[in-house]
């Protein structure tokens, strides 16, 4: 327990992070001039930290494998990002938001750091419209909202379905101003592949450059970590096909605990698989079940019948379809937090409800919403008794202004038109909570390496609530880690530039090349894809939504067979100085390799149902999760020792003064 | 940044100073036409239109800013081809331009260039014609010394091939003005999506004017040779 | 439409060792390729086969695969981002082709864009653009107005996002004939023209940019429309024709 002291400032939950603001340690203007800190990843969090810190004064060397800051995968979310800024008047409040959001994550989550996110929520969008975000407005010129699962009230803030492009563009803009100052050295296309430790302190990276295959060393006298979730390790999922953990695990490897890695979110609103060519997932924003109903036929002989396709979705009467979510979940609809959409989505299935020919498949609807909104544009454009054709078609008018790009993204994937018919959807690895274990001040068990946005663990608990990303990932960046940084610079205004050929940076860049030369010659049989396949295929279906006790073990076994078997058989054509994406690609599936165990041995741990974390045996009657506050109230944080299945958890105790512990409850 | 100096050295200026000259040119070609339209009226009537143009010291003053109207499209127009070509040294191997753009939008320096060569032709036929021979008669109605350019201008176009060349010079002065016309107004800034159409729609019905009006002239000539 | 049946195809692929390194058109033939899978996902079908047989995969830039992080640039069949309006590579499927079907497939072609291996080009120059001026000066305090304190007209709002959907994949430059950035720039420079927030510092922005857009070797726009047609975003022309404005009276105004 020695390292784990989350450093939560005493007091009132409402004062602690003014009253730590006010006592932590400032570092003087002139004196930042003469610090450096690392920022791998410039998605929100890093991004955001980024520019925040240049402009504070601090010297920030950025890194991103892509090639511009611009295309990290924040730029993917879509549906909006939450503000308690109570501009609809419905009740909304600091203390609300942070009640959702500890309620949502199932009780797993800082309550500390939560109501940090709740306070300078706010902030984010003042901070945002003064940058020149284009988010959605009304008639009056006003900040237009809208409502996400998991909560009753309108505090989501859009640009239509492109909500984070327009916020890491912010973000992005905000970084360009310091690029063009000169003030943040900006390294695109390049991969951290270790963090460099000095005196017990983090004191730079190993990069390689991903054009030339040079290994690079930069030093600095802090390093951010915010490269975002691990949800590839599941190979299909809604994250880019460049995200990894490899940042996460390195620091991992030396020293940074790594808490709860198997809260994944399973999103319940992607696109169905299609084939086994496919590469990724992609996601439907939650927003659409703002207006689309989810329903499955109630009768197997209506799912044969649509599965081979002599009856259309369309052609069913309504009394034949069960609205699952609203039928088990009627005061939340089908606004039910991602988690608990994802297990009735596949519940139905399992039960043999599928609507497409995989059997993977529900149906998300907007017939009811075409014709709720047509009739009130009909009646706000003064068309008196309108056909049911044109309240349809003002109706789809009116979807397609809210919804439009998704519904052509929609088009794109599967071919059909869904202002027609109804869409497919199913749930998919969306969003990893898990991630580096940090401090109230985003400080890792590595003293001077912080993680921030979804690459840490702290907000979010066992589930995450839609439209909560983007809030906690700029939050981090803009609001808390430029503060919180300062506390540990304050000690490093003397330091002075550290230097890059000491003993320690010779064994780090030592330690990469050999692995990277290890690789190169094992000259084996099989693709990368090949094993980051297998592994992804174990992890859905060991680790994926439902998990026991059986199944995790055999996870654990297999995937350590796997990477026994990457390490002997993978092939990696080409060299390892020059642009080479297949062995980009090996080094991070070496790393998911690892991750993956550690994910199962974690799920294992967990006998309980939590958020996104549902353990068969730990059910209700109903088939509802059932969470266990007396044993699992805790973190579980993994200190690396050597190989996955040797880690050492050390806990830490959750507690909750401000919000009582309850079973959740969506009905 | 010295004052004024993106005003004539940066893309966007050197776009917008093609936009100018280019409305600039299209104006005279306006003026340039009705003269010629008065060749329908008669002799006398086109002699008289000529004389005028000749003499009033306004159209006087105007030839040199024409002259430099030319130049400058001119010779900013192949600046900015050069500088196109070199923006993408290593070409595509396959492209499929037409499925996203007009070929008069994209070949606006073949169309030009078609029309500069004519232009050399049309001076030396008219105006070099008119300014440095005495080769033109002259004639007086009612007290004014004419030259008798009708002669001139219509004797010309009894020759075939001139009249050949002249039609496809005034075909490819149209496709130049279809582009160039509504694309002027997008260089200067002076465009938006609501009168995107409106400009295409004026810009096609003017430059169709422009060919057919000089090339009735040509064939009606052609075809009945003034005596 | 082709049918549901699976495909086979010849593929012409510029190859390119390095950015120094001359490259050439190489053939290709995949076969059994489904029409619902992706263009990428049937280049990564493609790359499997040439790792079994022991060949360096072809190298493309891509990430989200779902049309938003403006990574994946490829030239096909004579089209940025192949057939199709207003979509990425990324989004293209391979129902758009036919069985036997030879499809070219090049970089992003612009001398300010150049070849960095295979069919990845270096698109920094597009990122100096926007440093030179592609952002509202203001620091992340959070001490800024109430974010409702300014109302802001819902069409300028509307004109600002739809300018601001842009997603910097180069696609407009790659099929401009002269190689021109300006729907690229003109869309940023609308985003902020058309905010209050952005118009403070509006003439120095627009300036700047193009400054640097010109420094870069990019071409000059010849308003072909080109770009609008092949932008996955369907970014207006009509930004083109308010930057020049701006540009002219900022530039007047010296």
Redesign the interface.
């Given at each position: 327990m020695s390292k784990l002291d989350s450093k939560i400032p005493a007091g009132p939950i409402k004062d602690k992070w003014t009253n730590h603001k006010n006592n932590i340690n400032l570092v003087n203007p002139a004196n930042k001039r003469l610090i450096d800190v690392i920022v791998v990843g410039t998605g929100l969090a890093g991004g955001a930290a980024s520019a925040s810190l240049a402009e504070m004064g601090y010297n920030v060397k950025a890194f991103a494998y892509q090639d511009s800051p611009r295309r990290a995968h924040s730029i993917a979310a879509q549906g909006g990002i939450n503000a308690a800024k109570n501009y609809q008047n419905d009740g909304d409040s600091t203390y609300r938001l942070f009640y959702d959001t500890v309620k949502g994550g199932d009780y797993r989550a800082r309550e500390a750091n939560v109501y940090r996110l709740a306070e300078v929520s706010a902030s984010i969008i003042d901070q945002c419209v003064a940058q020149g975000v284009p988010f959605a407005r009304d008639y009056g010129g006003l900040l237009d909202n809208r409502s996400f699962g998991g909560v009753l009230v309108s505090r989501t803030f859009y640009a239509k379905g492109q909500t984070g492009q327009q916020l890491l563009l912010g973000a992005y803009s905000a970084m360009n101003r310091q690029i063009a100052k000169g003030k943040i050295a900006m390294h695109n296309r390049h991969e951290m592949l270790d963090v460099v430790i000095v005196d017990g302190k983090a004191r730079g990276i190993i990069a390689r450059d991903l054009i030339t295959g040079k290994i690079e060393r930069h030093s600095a006298h802090a390093v951010v970590i915010a490269t975002g979730g691990y949800g590839n390790v599941f190979f299909l999922s809604t994250n880019a096909m460049g995200s990894n953990v490899t940042a996460a695990w390195k620091i991992h490897k030396k020293g940074a605990y790594f808490a709860n890695p198997c809260y994944t979110q399973i999103h319940p609103t992607c696109i169905p698989r299609s084939g086994d060519h496919q590469s990724k997932l992609t996601l439907m924003s939650e927003s659409l079940r703002n207006d689309g109903r989810i329903w499955v036929p109630k009768h197997k002989k209506d799912v044969d019948a649509i599965r081979n396709g002599t009856l259309k979705p369309t052609q069913l009467a309504e009394a034949d379809r069960d609205y699952y979510l609203e039928r088990r979940y009627p005061a939340f609809g089908n606004l039910v937090p991602r988690d608990v959409a994802s297990r009735a989505a596949k519940e139905r299935c399992d039960a043999g409800f599928g609507v497409n020919a995989t059997g993977e498949a529900v149906y998300l609807d907007f017939a009811a919403a075409f014709v709720r909104y047509g009739k009130e544009k009909a009646h706000v454009s003064g068309l008196h008794n309108p056909s049911e054709e044109k309240i349809l078609e003002l109706g789809r008018e009116v979807i397609k202004s809210k919804y439009g790009n998704l519904f052509q993204m929609y088009e794109k994937i599967v071919d059909e038109n869904p202002y027609m018919t109804p869409m497919m959807i199913y749930p998919a690895v969306h969003y990893t909570m898990g991630g580096i274990w940090v401090d109230y001040n985003l400080q890792t068990t590595i003293p001077g390496c912080y993680a921030a946005g979804e690459a840490n663990f702290s907000d979010h608990g066992a589930n995450r609530l839609g439209a909560s990303a983007l809030m906690q990932g700029l939050a981090d960046g803009y609001f808390v880690l430029p503060y919180t940084i300062g506390d540990y610079l304050a000690n490093e205004i003397r330091t002075g530039t550290i230097p890059t050929d000491s003993p320690e940076f010779d064994a780090a860049e030592k330690n990469v090349t050999d692995t990277i030369n290890k690789m190169m010659n094992i000259k084996g049989t099989k693709s990368v894809d090949h094993f980051h396949k297998r592994l992804g295929k174990i992890m859905w279906d060991n680790v994926g939504m439902a998990r026991n006790v059986e199944g995790l073990k055999e996870a654990m076994a297999e995937i350590k067979s796997i990477r026994e078997e990457f390490w002997k058989d993978v092939k990696i054509p080409g060299t390892a100085n020059s642009m080479n994406a297949e062995l980009e690609k090996a080094g991070r599936v070496a790393d998911f390799l690892e991750l993956g165990e550690l994910f199962a041995k974690d799920a294992l741990d967990r006998n309980e149902s939590c958020g996104g974390h549902f353990r068969e045996e730990s059910q209700t009657e109903e088939g509802e999760a059932l969470r266990n506050d007396k044993d699992y109230a805790y973190v579980s944080a993994w200190e690396y020792k050597g190989e996955p299945a040797d880690a050492v958890l050390h806990k830490e105790e959750l507690e909750f003064n401000d919000i009582e512990l309850k079973q959740r409850s969506y009905k | 940044m010295s004052p004024l100096k993106g005003f004539f050295n940066s893309s966007v200026a050197r776009k917008f100073w093609m936009a100018i000259t280019g409305l600039f040119l299209i104006t005279f070609l306006l003026v340039h036409l009705g003269v010629n339209l008065v060749m329908f009226a008669g002799k006398d009537a086109f002699n008289q239109a000529t004389h005028f143009m000749a003499t009033n010291p306004l159209i006087q003053v105007m030839q040199y800013v024409l002259a430099a109207g030319f130049l400058v499209h001119i010779i900013m127009g192949i600046k900015l081809t050069m500088q196109n070509k070199a923006a993408r040294s290593v070409g595509y191997a396959y492209e499929n331009a037409a499925a996203n753009s007009s070929w008069s939008s994209r070949n606006m320096i073949i169309s030009g260039g078609l029309v500069l060569v004519f232009l050399i032709l049309h001076m030396r036929n008219f105006f070099y014609e008119m300014k440095f021979t005495e080769n033109i008669g002259t004639y007086t109605l009612d007290g004014v010394v004419l030259h008798n350019d009708f002669l001139l201008v219509s004797s010309l176009f009894t020759t075939w091939y001139y009249v050949v060349i002249y039609v496809l010079a005034f075909i490819a002065l149209g496709i130049h003005l279809n582009h160039g016309f509504q694309s002027a107004f997008q260089s200067a800034g002076w465009k938006n999506s609501n009168w995107k159409g409106l400009m295409q729609t004026v810009g096609t019905v003017f430059s169709a004017i422009i060919a057919i009006g000089f090339s009735a002239i040509a064939i009606y000539f052609f075809l009945n040779p003034a005596q | 439409m082709s049918s549901n049946k699976d495909m086979d195809l010849l593929l012409?692929i510029?190859r390119q060792?390095?950015a120094n390194s001359k490259g050439e058109?190489v053939d290709y033939n995949v076969t059994g390729?489904?029409p619902?899978?992706?263009f990428?996902?049937m280049l990564?079908?493609l790359n499997?086969q040439?790792?079994?047989k022991?060949?360096?995969?072809v190298?493309f830039?891509?990430?989200?695969?779902?049309?938003?992080?403006?990574?994946c640039s490829l030239?096909i069949?004579?089209?940025a981002h192949g057939?199709g309006d207003?979509?990425t590579t990324c989004?293209l499927?391979m129902?758009s082709f036919n069985d036997g079907d030879t499809i070219?497939i090049?970089p992003f072609?612009?001398?300010?864009m150049p070849?960095?291996?295979d069919l990845?080009v270096?698109?920094?120059s597009?990122?100096k653009i926007?440093?030179?001026g592609?952002?509202?000066?203001?620091?992340?305090?959070?001490?800024?107005?109430?974010?409702?304190a300014?109302?802001?007209?819902?069409a300028d709002?509307?004109a600002?996002?739809d300018a601001?959907?842009c997603?910097?994949c180069g696609a407009c430059i790659a099929?401009c004939?002269?190689?021109?950035a300006?729907l690229f720039l003109s869309a940023k420079v609308s985003?902020?023209a058309l905010?209050p927030?952005?118009k403070v510092e509006a003439a120095d922005r627009v300036?700047n940019m193009?400054?640097v857009?010109?420094e870069e070797?990019?071409?000059?726009?010849?308003?072909?429309?080109?770009c609008e047609?092949?932008c996955p975003k369907g970014i207006?022309?009509?930004n083109?024709?308010?930057?020049?404005?701006?540009?002219?009276s900022?530039?007047?105004a010296?």
């Amino acid at each position: 327990m020695s390292k784990l002291d989350s450093k939560i400032p005493a007091g009132p939950i409402k004062d602690k992070w003014t009253n730590h603001k006010n006592n932590i340690n400032l570092v003087n203007p002139a004196n930042k001039r003469l610090i450096d800190v690392i920022v791998v990843g410039t998605g929100l969090a890093g991004g955001a930290a980024s520019a925040s810190l240049a402009e504070m004064g601090y010297n920030v060397k950025a890194f991103a494998y892509q090639d511009s800051p611009r295309r990290a995968h924040s730029i993917a979310a879509q549906g909006g990002i939450n503000a308690a800024k109570n501009y609809q008047n419905d009740g909304d409040s600091t203390y609300r938001l942070f009640y959702d959001t500890v309620k949502g994550g199932d009780y797993r989550a800082r309550e500390a750091n939560v109501y940090r996110l709740a306070e300078v929520s706010a902030s984010i969008i003042d901070q945002c419209v003064a940058q020149g975000v284009p988010f959605a407005r009304d008639y009056g010129g006003l900040l237009d909202n809208r409502s996400f699962g998991g909560v009753l009230v309108s505090r989501t803030f859009y640009a239509k379905g492109q909500t984070g492009q327009q916020l890491l563009l912010g973000a992005y803009s905000a970084m360009n101003r310091q690029i063009a100052k000169g003030k943040i050295a900006m390294h695109n296309r390049h991969e951290m592949l270790d963090v460099v430790i000095v005196d017990g302190k983090a004191r730079g990276i190993i990069a390689r450059d991903l054009i030339t295959g040079k290994i690079e060393r930069h030093s600095a006298h802090a390093v951010v970590i915010a490269t975002g979730g691990y949800g590839n390790v599941f190979f299909l999922s809604t994250n880019a096909m460049g995200s990894n953990v490899t940042a996460a695990w390195k620091i991992h490897k030396k020293g940074a605990y790594f808490a709860n890695p198997c809260y994944t979110q399973i999103h319940p609103t992607c696109i169905p698989r299609s084939g086994d060519h496919q590469s990724k997932l992609t996601l439907m924003s939650e927003s659409l079940r703002n207006d689309g109903r989810i329903w499955v036929p109630k009768h197997k002989k209506d799912v044969d019948a649509i599965r081979n396709g002599t009856l259309k979705p369309t052609q069913l009467a309504e009394a034949d379809r069960d609205y699952y979510l609203e039928r088990r979940y009627p005061a939340f609809g089908n606004l039910v937090p991602r988690d608990v959409a994802s297990r009735a989505a596949k519940e139905r299935c399992d039960a043999g409800f599928g609507v497409n020919a995989t059997g993977e498949a529900v149906y998300l609807d907007f017939a009811a919403a075409f014709v709720r909104y047509g009739k009130e544009k009909a009646h706000v454009s003064g068309l008196h008794n309108p056909s049911e054709e044109k309240i349809l078609e003002l109706g789809r008018e009116v979807i397609k202004s809210k919804y439009g790009n998704l519904f052509q993204m929609y088009e794109k994937i599967v071919d059909e038109n869904p202002y027609m018919t109804p869409m497919m959807i199913y749930p998919a690895v969306h969003y990893t909570m898990g991630g580096i274990w940090v401090d109230y001040n985003l400080q890792t068990t590595i003293p001077g390496c912080y993680a921030a946005g979804e690459a840490n663990f702290s907000d979010h608990g066992a589930n995450r609530l839609g439209a909560s990303a983007l809030m906690q990932g700029l939050a981090d960046g803009y609001f808390v880690l430029p503060y919180t940084i300062g506390d540990y610079l304050a000690n490093e205004i003397r330091t002075g530039t550290i230097p890059t050929d000491s003993p320690e940076f010779d064994a780090a860049e030592k330690n990469v090349t050999d692995t990277i030369n290890k690789m190169m010659n094992i000259k084996g049989t099989k693709s990368v894809d090949h094993f980051h396949k297998r592994l992804g295929k174990i992890m859905w279906d060991n680790v994926g939504m439902a998990r026991n006790v059986e199944g995790l073990k055999e996870a654990m076994a297999e995937i350590k067979s796997i990477r026994e078997e990457f390490w002997k058989d993978v092939k990696i054509p080409g060299t390892a100085n020059s642009m080479n994406a297949e062995l980009e690609k090996a080094g991070r599936v070496a790393d998911f390799l690892e991750l993956g165990e550690l994910f199962a041995k974690d799920a294992l741990d967990r006998n309980e149902s939590c958020g996104g974390h549902f353990r068969e045996e730990s059910q209700t009657e109903e088939g509802e999760a059932l969470r266990n506050d007396k044993d699992y109230a805790y973190v579980s944080a993994w200190e690396y020792k050597g190989e996955p299945a040797d880690a050492v958890l050390h806990k830490e105790e959750l507690e909750f003064n401000d919000i009582e512990l309850k079973q959740r409850s969506y009905k | 940044m010295s004052p004024l100096k993106g005003f004539f050295n940066s893309s966007v200026a050197r776009k917008f100073w093609m936009a100018i000259t280019g409305l600039f040119l299209i104006t005279f070609l306006l003026v340039h036409l009705g003269v010629n339209l008065v060749m329908f009226a008669g002799k006398d009537a086109f002699n008289q239109a000529t004389h005028f143009m000749a003499t009033n010291p306004l159209i006087q003053v105007m030839q040199y800013v024409l002259a430099a109207g030319f130049l400058v499209h001119i010779i900013m127009g192949i600046k900015l081809t050069m500088q196109n070509k070199a923006a993408r040294s290593v070409g595509y191997a396959y492209e499929n331009a037409a499925a996203n753009s007009s070929w008069s939008s994209r070949n606006m320096i073949i169309s030009g260039g078609l029309v500069l060569v004519f232009l050399i032709l049309h001076m030396r036929n008219f105006f070099y014609e008119m300014k440095f021979t005495e080769n033109i008669g002259t004639y007086t109605l009612d007290g004014v010394v004419l030259h008798n350019d009708f002669l001139l201008v219509s004797s010309l176009f009894t020759t075939w091939y001139y009249v050949v060349i002249y039609v496809l010079a005034f075909i490819a002065l149209g496709i130049h003005l279809n582009h160039g016309f509504q694309s002027a107004f997008q260089s200067a800034g002076w465009k938006n999506s609501n009168w995107k159409g409106l400009m295409q729609t004026v810009g096609t019905v003017f430059s169709a004017i422009i060919a057919i009006g000089f090339s009735a002239i040509a064939i009606y000539f052609f075809l009945n040779p003034a005596q | 439409m082709s049918s549901n049946k699976d495909m086979d195809l010849l593929l012409k692929i510029w190859r390119q060792a390095d950015a120094n390194s001359k490259g050439e058109l190489v053939d290709y033939n995949v076969t059994g390729i489904s029409p619902d899978s992706s263009f990428l996902e049937m280049l990564d079908v493609l790359n499997e086969q040439l790792v079994e047989k022991g060949q360096e995969p072809v190298v493309f830039d891509h990430d989200c695969r779902e049309g938003i992080c403006g990574m994946c640039s490829l030239f096909i069949n004579g089209e940025a981002h192949g057939p199709g309006d207003q979509i990425t590579t990324c989004q293209l499927h391979m129902r758009s082709f036919n069985d036997g079907d030879t499809i070219y497939i090049e970089p992003f072609r612009a001398t300010a864009m150049p070849v960095i291996k295979d069919l990845v080009v270096d698109r920094s120059s597009m990122d100096k653009i926007q440093q030179a001026g592609g952002y509202v000066s203001v620091n992340t305090s959070g001490n800024t107005q109430d974010a409702n304190a300014l109302p802001i007209p819902k069409a300028d709002a509307d004109a600002a996002f739809d300018a601001a959907t842009c997603i910097g994949c180069g696609a407009c430059i790659a099929t401009c004939k002269n190689a021109s950035a300006m729907l690229f720039l003109s869309a940023k420079v609308s985003q902020f023209a058309l905010l209050p927030q952005g118009k403070v510092e509006a003439a120095d922005r627009v300036k700047n940019m193009v400054r640097v857009m010109d420094e870069e070797g990019f071409g000059n726009c010849t308003n072909t429309g080109a770009c609008e047609v092949e932008c996955p975003k369907g970014i207006s022309l009509d930004n083109i024709a308010r930057m020049n404005r701006e540009y002219l009276s900022a530039s007047l105004a010296d």
